[in-house]
């Protein structure tokens, strides 16, 4: 039976995608190779949250001898944007500006971030006036 496709992925879901995002491609030994020790998942556990993700069609897999190959289907960056846009719909009112006047507002931001900040805004800004 195949589960109700989601937008959105757990945070378990969210940690195998990195790593398969990092690598490319990856049999679930691959991917337990990569999470940290501490994690201590056994492998039926890390096979199922890959078929999960695959039924929620974030990866796709072949076959290779016995293993399954996962190989995800959405980049990084389309999943950052849309967690971005469900974000700032959810918890700013649908209000990027509010979105952003919390991070800049946050005491923990560095100069030197607030800087990278400014220079990405007025890149931007010059990009969309010519």
Do not use: C
Request: glycine content about 4%.
């Amino acid at each position: 039976m195949k589960k109700n496709k989601s937008d959105l992925m757990t945070e378990v879901e969210l940690e195998f995608m990195n790593e398969l995002w990092a690598i490319g491609e990856g049999t679930v030994r691959d991917v337990l190779a990569r999470l940290p020790e501490s994690r201590n998942l056994a492998y039926t556990s890390a096979a199922t949250i890959l078929r999960i993700l695959e039924q929620k069609e974030f990866v796709t897999s072949r076959k290779e001898g016995k293993s399954h190959v996962y190989i995800p289907t959405l980049a990084r960056d389309t999943y950052q944007s849309r967690s971005l846009k469900d974000l700032s719909a959810k918890l700013f009112d649908d209000t990027p500006a509010s979105l952003v006047a919390r991070l800049v507002n946050d005491n923990e931001l560095t100069e030197e971030a607030l800087g990278q900040i400014r220079a990405l805004v007025d890149r931007r800004l010059k990009n969309e006036s010519g």
